[in-house]
């Protein structure tokens, strides 16, 4: 009981102090300049999403080479290519206790380690057990990758530039997805896994010569290590004094609430608000056709009776626009906008393609249903760009407390891979029930996670961490 009063008391002071420091009475305002330190370290961790995407586009270029060469069934190849959401899953439950205990940048040295593990074993396969196996070891690292990549491009960013450094993330990952398939279809496979191995390289170096998170230094007590770090990030010229006594303060206001209490912790009142919105952005993410559309574009494209060499360039174009336009975007506009204009665009999209594959069963518009499904995946794949593919891991990276992100990462990255593995498996089987049916599902839950991001989702623009994270956090 003591600790509790003690641990609210210091929080409301904390947050009183915040309402100072907004009516005026401290100097600090958060914002900084753009330094190249921290360009640079948003570059090297942002190439992880790079190393996702690779791994996200390469089963579909390499199928035909790696079935005619070591003679893999369809079964075989196709438990090669789900293999990797088990991986992601076993990632999903160490990337929490990982990056919490040797912090995000040993997080990123250890999912380096199995990507490099994984693409090499592929590279060099002689069947079909090493080929799982180099698989799962990327798919381990991906998986670990998808939660310390934005936790880390949110912690070192000041809130002026916090969007658009995550958002180079989103555009890594679709740059990936595009890269690979435009090299896969003039290399070899062994070569393209091979080639898999150049960004691991360029980030486990680059690791090197980038600080740790200030806030994970904080959390861990390095005050020393603390200063330096963000001295790096802001320039050597820039007085860091408020922003540290900022992010000490905080710490210490959550000093009774160490993340060494497990995950039993996240299930107070408290960070029910928090944990709300992670698990709402990833169920829509997930559920609203996401994985479906990454994963069988191509088939979309042809059931519909559209070329898919045309719609997968027109649509990588599309992707490649919005992804950069989204760097401009969410910190002029906010979070919340743009995924209120995704998950409508989703919704849109998804809807559009039901109807085409509904004109299509029914023998109606034979000319206008392939166009129809190829706007409806072209509108879906362009919102995905701009908001739902990245936007709720950076949100989540935002609104969860640092004393419990370890925790609280894990179920919410478990709970992305679970969704993943789900949508992929189920779509074929939904589509063989009702073709036109699965979109119209997929259109369904974006339409109702507009009014989840609509009425339960904060907007983060502008906003300091502890600023977010205090006020989300139910007294």
Same mark, same amino acid.
């Given at each position: 009981?003591?600790?509790?009063?003690?641990?609210?008391?210091?929080?409301?002071?904390?947050?009183?102090?915040?309402?100072?420091?907004?009516?005026?009475?401290?100097?600090?305002?958060?914002?900084?300049?753009?330094?190249?330190?921290?360009?640079?370290?948003? %570059?090297?961790?942002?190439?992880?999403? %790079?190393?996702?995407?690779?791994?996200?586009?390469?089963?579909s #270029?390499?199928e035909?080479?790696?079935?005619?060469?070591?003679?893999?069934?369809?079964?075989?190849?196709?438990l %090669?290519?789900?293999?990797?959401?088990?991986?992601?899953?076993?990632?999903?439950?160490?990337?929490?206790?990982?990056?919490?205990?040797?912090?995000? &940048?040993?997080?990123?040295?250890?999912?380096?380690?199995?990507?490099?593990?994984?693409?090499?074993?592929?590279?060099?396969?002689?069947?079909?057990?090493?080929?799982d196996?180099?698989?799962?070891?990327?798919g381990?690292?991906?998986?670990?990758?998808?939660?310390?990549? #934005?936790?880390?491009?949110?912690e070192?960013?000041? !809130?002026?530039l916090?969007?658009?450094?995550?958002?180079?993330?989103?555009?890594?990952?679709?740059?990936?997805?595009?890269?690979? /398939?435009?090299?896969?279809?003039?290399?070899?496979?062994?070569?393209l896994?091979?080639?898999?191995?150049? #960004?691991?390289?360029l980030?486990?170096?680059?690791?090197?010569l980038?600080?740790?998170?200030?806030?994970?230094?904080?959390n861990?007590? !390095?005050?020393?290590e603390?200063?330096?770090?963000?001295?790096?990030? &802001?320039?050597? $010229?820039?007085?860091? +004094?408020?922003?540290?006594?900022?992010?000490?303060?905080?710490?210490?206001?959550?000093?009774?609430?160490k993340?060494?209490?497990?995950?039993?912790?996240?299930?107070?009142?408290?960070?029910?608000?928090?944990?709300?919105?992670?698990?709402?952005?990833?169920?829509?993410?997930?559920?609203?056709?996401?994985?479906?559309?990454?994963?069988?574009?191509?088939?979309?494209?042809?059931?519909?009776?559209?070329?898919?060499?045309i719609g997968?360039?027109?649509?990588?174009?599309? !992707?490649?626009?919005?992804?950069?336009?989204?760097?401009?975007?969410?910190?002029?506009?906010? &979070?919340r906008?743009?995924?209120?204009?995704?998950?409508?665009?989703?919704?849109?999209?998804s809807?559009?393609?039901?109807?085409?594959?509904?004109?299509?069963?029914?023998?109606?518009?034979?000319?206008? +249903?392939?166009?129809?499904?190829?706007?409806?995946?072209?509108?879906?794949?362009?919102?995905?760009?701009?908001?739902?593919?990245?936007?709720?891991w950076?949100i989540?990276?935002?609104?969860?407390?640092?004393?419990v992100?370890?925790?609280a990462?894990?179920?919410?990255?478990?709970? $992305?891979?679970?969704?993943?593995?789900?949508?992929?498996?189920?779509?074929? %089987?939904?589509f063989?029930? +009702?073709?036109?049916?699965?979109? /119209?599902?997929?259109?369904?839950?974006?339409?109702?996670?507009?009014?989840?991001?609509?009425?339960?989702? #904060?907007?983060?623009?502008?906003?300091?961490?502890?600023?977010? !994270?205090?006020?989300?956090?139910?007294?």
């Amino acid at each position: 009981m003591q600790e509790d009063t003690e641990m609210k008391t210091s929080s409301l002071l904390w947050k009183e102090k915040q309402k100072e420091d907004d009516n005026g009475e401290c100097s600090g305002d958060g914002t900084s300049s753009v330094t190249f330190m921290l360009i640079f370290s948003t %570059f090297i961790c942002a190439v992880g999403s %790079f190393l996702s995407g690779n791994a996200m586009g390469f089963s579909s #270029p390499a199928e035909s080479g790696i079935l005619d060469e070591l003679g893999l069934s369809l079964t075989e190849y196709s438990l %090669f290519g789900s293999i990797s959401t088990v991986g992601s899953l076993l990632g999903a439950v160490l990337c929490g206790k990982i990056t919490d205990v040797i912090g995000r &940048r040993g997080g990123l040295w250890v999912s380096d380690a199995f990507c490099i593990v994984g693409w090499l074993a592929i590279a060099f396969s002689k069947g079909v057990w090493s080929l799982d196996v180099g698989r799962l070891s990327v798919g381990i690292g991906t998986g670990i990758l998808s939660y310390v990549t #934005p936790t880390y491009i949110a912690e070192i960013t000041p !809130q002026n530039l916090r969007g658009a450094c995550a958002a180079l993330s989103m555009l890594m990952t679709g740059f990936g997805i595009s890269l690979v /398939f435009i090299i896969g279809s003039i290399c070899h496979w062994r070569i393209l896994a091979l080639l898999g191995v150049i #960004p691991c390289l360029l980030q486990l170096l680059g690791i090197f010569l980038i600080p740790e998170s200030p806030r994970w230094l904080a959390n861990a007590g !390095q005050e020393k290590e603390l200063e330096f770090a963000l001295q790096l990030l &802001r320039g050597k $010229n820039v007085d860091i +004094s408020y922003e540290v006594a900022e992010i000490t303060d905080y710490m210490q206001s959550l000093q009774y609430q160490k993340a060494e209490a497990g995950i039993m912790e996240l299930f107070q009142r408290k960070y029910s608000y928090a944990i709300l919105v992670g698990v709402g952005l990833v169920a829509l993410q997930q559920f609203g056709g996401l994985s479906a559309y990454t994963s069988y574009m191509s088939f979309i494209l042809e059931s519909a009776g559209f070329s898919s060499a045309i719609g997968s360039a027109i649509t990588s174009i599309a !992707q490649l626009v919005m992804n950069i336009s989204s760097i401009f975007l969410i910190d002029r506009y906010g &979070r919340r906008p743009l995924l209120l204009v995704s998950s409508s665009g989703m919704c849109l999209g998804s809807l559009t393609t039901g109807v085409s594959f509904l004109l299509k069963s029914s023998h109606m518009g034979k000319e206008t +249903s392939p166009v129809l499904a190829l706007i409806g995946v072209v509108v879906c794949v362009s919102s995905i760009s701009i908001g739902l593919g990245g936007i709720p891991w950076i949100i989540i990276a935002e609104v969860i407390p640092v004393n419990v992100k370890g925790s609280a990462g894990s179920i919410l990255n478990l709970l $992305n891979s679970s969704s993943n593995w789900i949508v992929v498996y189920t779509f074929n %089987f939904l589509f063989v029930w +009702s073709s036109a049916g699965v979109f /119209f599902i997929y259109s369904a839950i974006c339409g109702l996670g507009i009014i989840f991001v609509a009425k339960l989702v #904060p907007e983060t623009k502008g906003r300091k961490l502890e600023e977010i !994270q205090a006020s989300i956090i139910i007294d």
